[in-house]
């Protein structure tokens, strides 16, 4: 927990008849009153050396000695003992798989257990980098390739490389529905006009670019390899439910209520019905080194959940007469302006989802 410094008030005499919450509120005006009040429900306040409540009164002249509890920002930029799948480290350059279910950088609702906080106790060093070496993020439940500087020339460069889009991302994903040939969603993607924690097609945002190739195709989904020629916020997500495929397992940008469970296997509707995520990985990156200028490219496999997925899909063998029904059922329901809550890093076309 990050250290704070006690603080030593003295009422004045202008405050006297008010409640200690109050008073405090007056002479700590930074602080807000429910957070003082937790403050002195949790000890941290005291009058005159005794243990207080809000609701005692002072007069003027009594000695209050507070002691701030750090909020979470303060210790979100905390060293913590997660486990890193380190796919290439070196004295510049940091690589990670980062596993679904580990939200990349501390924000509302996540200040604590994040990958920032894992590459702080990896290398303590990373402190001194801004948001420890962290130059582009992948959604919470977005598996897949993720590279870290470790210094700060190299994550300027890293930074540079990103906005001339020279850095290479490829991802595989499973949609739902039949895309029955390979092609390109070049749709501009910007915020919603009405919910600002989404991202949906809006002519007013920025230019997207994204290309599909067919890998497979089963009775109800289809396997596709996704290539980036930007890095919109959510950008694969918004173009996939835009081309009427939305991403199998999203919870924002997904099928909304319409699951072909007819068409289905029991083994697959199992496997579907638990997959508790956006079937979406980050298998492939590719960039040039900061400090060598060599080009540099990895490629992991698939995380065993997709896997799954994959494997069942292959042995469904799904009637054939439920297809036509599907494709033409599927998507009537479908929220075509959902988009998801993200957050934004070093720069502004950093989140590829």
């Known amino acids: 927990m ?12 202008n405050l006297g008849g008010l409640r200690l919450d109050q008073a405090l509120q007056r002479l700590l005006p930074e602080h807000s009153r429910s957070r003082l009040q937790a403050w002195i429900k949790d000890g941290l306040v005291t ?5 207080a409540t809000s609701k005692m009164k002072v007069w003027g002249g009594e000695n209050i000695l507070v002691t701030p509890k ?20 070196d004295e510049v350059i940091l690589v990670i798989n980062k596993p ?28 001194e980098l801004p948001r420890a070496g962290i130059v582009h993020r992948l959604d919470k439940d977005t598996s897949g390739l993720l590279v870290v500087a470790k210094t700060l020339e190299a994550q300027t460069s890293l930074v540079r490389q990103l906005q001339a889009r020279t850095v290479k991302r ?26 600002r924690t989404r991202m949906a097609i809006n002519r007013m945002g920025k230019p997207a670019v994204t290309h599909y190739e067919v890998l497979e195709r089963f009775g ?6 996704c290539v980036l020629e930007t890095g919109r916020t959510h950008q694969i997500r918004v173009h996939m439910q835009h081309l009427k495929a939305p991403i199998v397992g999203d919870p924002v940008y997904g099928l909304r209520g319409i699951v072909p469970h007819q068409a289905m296997s029991p083994a697959l509707r199992e496997v579907l019905m638990n997959f508790g995520r ?7 990156l590719g960039l040039v080194h900061p400090a060598t200028g060599e080009a540099m490219e990895w490629q992991i496999d698939l995380p065993q959940d997709m896997k799954l997925l994959l494997e069942t899909m292959r ?20 929220d075509v302006d959902a988009e998801d809550e993200f957050e934004e890093v070093l720069i502004e076309d950093d989140d590829v989802e």
């Open 2 to 13: 990050t250290e704070t410094t006690p603080i030593t008030l003295v009422v004045p005499q």
């Open 47 to 51: 009058l005159e050396g005794q243990a």
């Open 70 to 89: 750090p909020t979470p920002e303060q210790t979100s930029f905390a060293a913590e003992d997660i486990a890193l799948d380190v796919v290439y480290e």
């Open 100 to 127: 679904a279910g580990l939200v990349v950088h501390p924000a509302a609702g996540n200040w604590e257990g994040t990958l920032l906080n894992a590459l702080l106790h990896h290398a303590s060093s990373l402190s």
């Open 170 to 195: 490829e991802y595989r994903t499973i949609v739902w529905g039949q895309v029955w040939r390979n092609g390109m969603v070049d749709q501009p993607i910007g915020r919603h006009p009405h919910s």
């Open 220 to 225: 109800v989904n289809t396997y596709l390899r």
């Open 278 to 284: 956006q079937a979406l990985h980050a298998i492939k």
């Open 315 to 334: 042995e469904d063998g799904a009637p054939a007469a439920y297809e036509q029904e599907f494709d033409e059922a599927i998507y009537e329901d479908l």
